[in-house]
């Protein structure tokens, strides 16, 4: 029953901005440690970044000053902030509440192209 929406995926070019959500599909579902998780075609899926419930963030070092992973516990949101995009960010996105095992969302896409 527990399900995860992520959103705020597209197009954007080389250099450009998009911030990503995830939210509950549904109120009172507490998060948790929560990361965003990618996936490109032919890859693995990769973590990105980590937010735990005090607000301590860990990430990859392929995205390391350019992403930001935040938390808002008043709306069950969690946000990733990805500036200064790279054709290599090009991935599908998924996020995931470690509080939940083994739920995922349908993740939302991300191209960076010119």
């Known amino acids: 029953q527990v399900q995860f929406v992520e959103s705020g995926g597209g197009l954007a070019q080389p250099g450009g901005s998009l911030r990503l959500s995830c939210a509950a599909s549904g109120g009172g579902f507490g998060f948790y440690v929560v990361g965003w998780y990618r996936q490109a075609p032919g890859k693995q899926r990769e973590l990105v970044a980590l937010v735990t419930s005090s607000g301590s963030t860990n990430y990859a070092d392929t995205v390391k000053g350019r992403f930001t992973i935040s938390r808002d516990n008043t709306k069950d949101t969690v946000y990733l902030q990805m500036n200064d995009l790279k054709p290599e960010d090009t991935a599908v996105y998924y996020c995931?509440?470690?509080?939940?095992?083994?739920?995922w969302g349908q993740g939302t896409q991300v191209t960076v192209s010119t």
């Open positions: 995931y509440n470690y509080g939940t095992p083994n739920v």
